[in-house]
């Protein structure tokens, strides 16, 4: 959902209250195993073709898929990730949701007109969204379920043309994390049942032709907890997952993995001393390059949400100041200094790293927000995208601008 050397992502929301903003310190934190190939050979009724998941060349190429032609409409509740000024994806439905016929909608007119890309086949079948991701203009991958099969479609010309590919088990939920076109990882997961959820990791290096099972919870380390919130790689060996488990109250539950997903690790991190008695709500980090990325943890109880910020490849983080956002749905930055988020109705900017945060808030309808940021980069401003009425419309926005 990003390019390297500008950071754009889209959250998920976690709700806490908001309260006033608020200053605190604290401290800086420190963090081969090789698992058996799992090659299944399996015939997915939408892929209508048969694929292994061990990469292999792809000598059976999936055909091409046309994409679905019906008129898009735009959500607040919507997914959208700018890629620049002027290209956007929008990934429609939630997690668990059937596609229906808005399931996957882009933009290179920076808002203002959108084109459905959505695969046919996911419209017209009875197929939920388990997880997306974009990276750059042209390459998306969106994975679709059901009771007996999960498929993971793969567009390279902007969502002109699709391809599928087949995974060996029916799942609910994904997460997908690309650190380039061609390099990637998807968690996909049944769901969560008493306390636990089992999940899969798979990987992928050549684009999500193929993709290979590298852990899972019934047999590695990967961690069986419930309320996984995504996964996060700022290299081809060094990721993270992010766990919302609420079982202990300032306690963060992070993994961490260094040799591309077959070991996990637990990594602690250091809590602010207004929200220890909180509980936690962790979003994957983001990387706008290897060495520099922003952990978003959103606490309830009223408190706000914390940023952690690592120079070093995530081998330590170091919190911000406690930010009164009551959700994190977008941030942008093009350095660990300038870093621009919003809660879909009020924007925070630090210049500092966190140290200090500045608001602005637009002047909105009741039933307007702010859909999407797009970072500039001089590192001072950034574009913001706003819904009204069923129209977009973008505002410059300069962090002299905030108070």
């Known amino acids: 959902m990003k390019g390297r050397g500008e950071m754009t992502i889209q959250l998920g929301t976690v709700s806490v209250f908001c309260l006033l903003l608020g200053l605190t310190g604290c401290g800086n934190v420190t ?7 799992h090659t299944e050979q399996t015939v997915d009724t939408i892929c209508n073709t048969t694929t292994s998941t061990t990469p292999q060349p792809n000598t059976n190429p999936t055909p091409k898929i046309i994409v679905n032609p019906n008129k898009p409409q735009l959500n607040l509740t919507d997914s959208i990730y700018m890629i620049s000024q002027s290209t956007g994806w929008d990934f429609t439905s939630a997690q668990g949701n059937i596609f229906g016929t808005d399931g996957i909608l882009r933009t ?27 990276v750059g203009v042209s390459n998306a991958w969106v994975v679709s379920a059901n009771t007996r099969y999960t498929s993971v479609f793969k567009t390279s010309d902007g969502g002109k043309t699709w391809t599928c590919t087949n995974l060996p088990k029916a799942y609910l939920l994904a997460w997908m994390s690309f650190i380039n076109a061609q390099t990637g990882w998807l968690l996909a997961s049944p769901g969560p049942a008493a306390g636990q959820e089992p999940s899969d990791l798979y990987y992928t290096s050549n684009g999500g032709i193929t993709w290979s099972e590298v852990a899972t919870t019934q047999s590695d380390s990967l961690p069986l907890d419930d309320g996984k919130t995504g996964i996060s790689f700022a290299d081809a060996k060094t990721g993270w997952l992010t766990i919302d488990n609420g079982l202990h109250p300032g306690k963060v539950t992070l993994y961490v993995t260094h040799d591309g997903g077959h070991s996990w690790l637990p990594q602690d991190v250091s809590v602010p001393t207004q929200v220890r008695n909180q509980y936690a709500h962790p979003l994957p980090p983001s990387f706008s390059s290897p060495t520099s990325g922003i952990l978003p943890i959103v606490f309830d109880g009223g408190k706000g949400s914390v940023f952690y910020f690592t120079s070093n490849g995530g081998n330590t983080w170091t919190c911000s100041s406690v930010v009164p956002l009551h959700r994190v749905s977008n941030l942008v930055s093009v350095s660990n200094e300038a870093v621009w988020v919003t ?24 039933n307007a927000g702010i859909i999407a940021l797009s970072a500039r980069r001089n590192e001072t401003s950034t574009v913001v995208y706003t819904l009204q009425n069923g129209k977009v419309t973008q505002h410059d926005l300069n962090m002299t601008m905030m108070r």
């Open 31 to 37: 963090a081969p195993v090789d698992s058996s190939n």
């Open 343 to 366: 809660d879909g109705h009020s924007i925070f900017v630090t210049g500092n790293g966190g140290g200090v945060w500045r608001q602005w808030t637009p002047f909105l309808s009741k």
């Open 108 to 134: 290179d007119d920076g808002g203002k007109s959108w084109t459905n890309i959505t695969p046919l086949q996911l419209a017209t079948k009875q197929n939920t969204y388990a997880g997306g991701e974009a």
